[in-house]
């Protein structure tokens, strides 16, 4: 297995990965109690675990080695080295992240802070990726509520757009981007979908898929592992809960991405000369894209997105359902 680099759009590819998806095991791997001797955290610590983070059984990127990054003539490529966790949110197999209290998804998000900080101690790794994949559609691997976490040596292609175009917006404006978007929605109205507190969830002005949301802070900040004081995560909780139970009585399969700052750690690579605004002109988010469509002409057409629900319907009728019926 390899990384190789399209040298036109700068996208890493694994090579050589198989998804044998119809070869998964029937018994749910994460009901064994033996899983937790293979603990990388637990959480709590101490008594009976109820998030448990796991090495990937079949990893996309593993820990050992360097990089070895070689040229093959005017290409690029590299090992697979990184890493790749699964986050295991709970003890019960049939319980949806959407199910969990407040407490419980705080406690989650907790865990994916504390990976990523973690993982950005080791000076190889550029990105830390947290996602979920919830349902079939999505690329679920178990159906046991899970997220996962993986540890790159580069940074992946859509976390390079949006840092490129933060960093000319705050270089034209000297403002965050992102900052000037949630003020001019929470202005607007018509996206929003929720509010708890100062985070937001709303329906982004070019959504790429029917009923896509964000979630952001209204506050500044760049990296989601390192929340400023006062920033009350348990708002956040309770806000991405209930965003969730609004999206699943419209599709239950969704794509959740967290979207923080690279790994300023590392003094190498196409990034390494950007780090002295990046503070200023990043801010942390969520993105989810929920699968309502079975097919959809975005798929077909693949490098335009097409939407067929307007940002200002969607946030309309995510308002008008409730989250606790």
Known sequence: MEIRRDPITQSWVVQGQKELLEDLPQKCPFDRPESEGKAILLSPAEGVAQVRVLPHPDPLYRIEGQPGRLAEGIYDKMGPTGAHEVIVETPQHDRRFSQFSDDEIDRVLTVWASRIADLKKDVRFKYISVFKNQGMEAGEEWSHAHSQVTATIFVPRRIKYEL???????????????????????????????????????????????????????????????????????????????????????????????????????????????????????????????????????????????????????AERLRLLDPNS
């Open 164 to 314: 490129n175009a933060a960093h000319e917006w705050y270089k034209e404006r000297e403002r965050c981007i992102f900052c000037d978007m949630v003020r001019q929605e929470e202005k607007k109205g018509t996206r929003i979908v929720d509010v708890q507190g100062e985070y937001y969830a709303l329906c982004p002005y070019a959504s790429r898929v029917p009923y896509e949301i964000w979630l952001l802070h209204r506050k500044h900040n760049h990296l989601f592992e390192q929340p400023h004081s006062g920033s009350n995560r348990e708002n956040f909780a309770a806000l991405l809960g209930r965003v969730l139970r609004r999206l699943e009585k419209l599709s239950p399969a969704f794509h959740l991405v967290v979207h923080t700052a690279p790994n300023t750690r590392s003094k190498k690579g196409e990034l390494a000369g950007y780090w002295k605004t990046l503070s200023e002109d990043f801010h942390w988010h969520i993105e989810i894209l929920p699968i309502v469509e079975k097919r959809s002409k975005s798929y077909s057409i693949k490098e335009v997105y097409f939407n067929g629900v307007f940002p200002e319907q969607a």
